[in-house]
T-cell receptor, first 112, second 111 residues
């Protein structure tokens, strides 16, 4: 069964550095999403992407964050000037229509 | 506003018993979905129920939706040790694509 793949599985970064989290969505899917889950808390929506542009974003998704689909397969989340509170699991998801969304295994981001 | 509040927060049962988890939400929805998350892993889609549906089955899973009460339940029958995981409901509202998540129910199946 096709899956969403995310790399790396774990990223450790110094505070203030930039990180890029990578995702390969399911190939025929048209909608892409990023979510995050701070340890012990709810999953939170960050951004959705369709037709090469952001379709929706949450209050969390401020100027520190950006997304890109640099080629036909990858979907990336860039976090600039990382802060301690950015430490979380980041999940990528994709969907053919609006639902259901299929998730990757996540990237655990640790900011030191 | 918060959507998709699950209860109980934790549930521990014997293997073979049925497990029921509930979810409540606040705003109008298109769909309600249930996901499973094994510890440290991703979110696995289990089942989607549309706002015009009342009940749906998939294998050992049974989901109900009561839009008048803004609530849903997930029943896992004949539980197995492998069902041990956290279970989340997520809703997508009529006006947007984002999924709004509850805090989850941590289910432990004792062998």
């Amino acid at each position: 069964e096709p899956e969403v793949t995310q790399t790396p599985s774990h990223q450790v970064t110094q505070m203030g550095q930039e990180v890029i989290l990578r995702c390969v969505p399911i190939s025929n899917h048209l909608y892409f999403y990023w979510y995050r889950q701070i340890l012990g808390q709810k999953v939170e929506f960050l951004v959705s992407f369709y037709n090469n542009e952001i379709s929706e974003k949450s209050e969390i998704f401020d100027d520190q964050f950006s997304v890109e689909r640099p080629d036909g397969s990858n979907f990336t989340l860039k976090i600039r000037s990382t802060k301690l509170e950015d430490s979380a699991m980041y999940f990528c998801a994709s969907s053919e229509g609006v639902s259901p969304q299929h998730f990757g295994d996540g990237t655990r981001l640790s900011i030191l | 506003s918060q959507q998709g509040e699950e209860d109980p927060q934790a549930l521990s049962i014997q293997e073979g018993e049925n497990a029921t988890m509930n979810c409540s939400y606040k705003t109008s929805i298109n769909n309600l979905q249930w996901y499973r998350q094994n510890s440290g892993r991703g979110l696995v889609h289990l089942i989607l129920i549309r706002s015009n549906e009342r009940e749906k089955h998939s294998g050992r899973l049974r989901v109900t939706l009561d839009t008048s009460k803004k609530s849903s339940s997930l029943l896992i029958t004949a539980s197995r040790a492998a069902d041990t995981a956290s279970y989340f409901c997520a809703t997508d509202a009529a006006s947007n694509y984002q999924l709004i998540w509850g805090a989850g129910t941590k289910l432990i199946i004792k062998p």
